[in-house]
């Protein structure tokens, strides 16, 4: 009897299911970090940015008494 019993576990003990369930906090950190690298694309609209635009492009405007030109704040495309 203990003979069978043995070899009944030893049978099924490898196909046992284990669930791998990740922690709360790991959830947590890669919604985090999914979220920082979302935002770091996107436009920063603040009045301190400071961006760089790669690429060749046609402003029009005036010219103010520093050099510096004034030009029409343009609509922000719509949030997706």
Same mark, same amino acid.
């Given at each position: ?6 070899? &009944?576990?030893?049978?099924? &003990? *490898? ?7 990740? $922690?709360? #906090? ?5 919604? @985090?970090?999914?979220? =920082?690298? @979302?935002?770091?694309?996107?436009? !920063?609209?603040?009045?301190? &940015?400071?961006? /760089?635009? @790669? +690429?060749?492009?046609?402003? $029009? +405007?005036?010219? !103010?008494? /520093?050099? &510096?030109?004034?030009? *029409?704040? =343009? /609509?922000? *495309? /719509?949030? #997706?």
């Amino acid at each position: 009897m203990h003979k069978k019993l043995l070899t &009944a576990f030893l049978i099924c &003990a *490898p196909m046992s299911a284990v669930a791998n369930i990740p $922690s709360t #906090e790991y959830v947590q950190q890669q919604i @985090a970090s999914q979220i =920082a690298t @979302a935002v770091s694309s996107k436009v !920063d609209t603040s009045s301190t &940015a400071n961006q /760089t635009m @790669a +690429g060749t492009y046609t402003v $029009s +405007g005036t010219i !103010d008494v /520093t050099g &510096a030109i004034i030009v *029409p704040t =343009a /609509t922000l *495309p /719509t949030a #997706e």
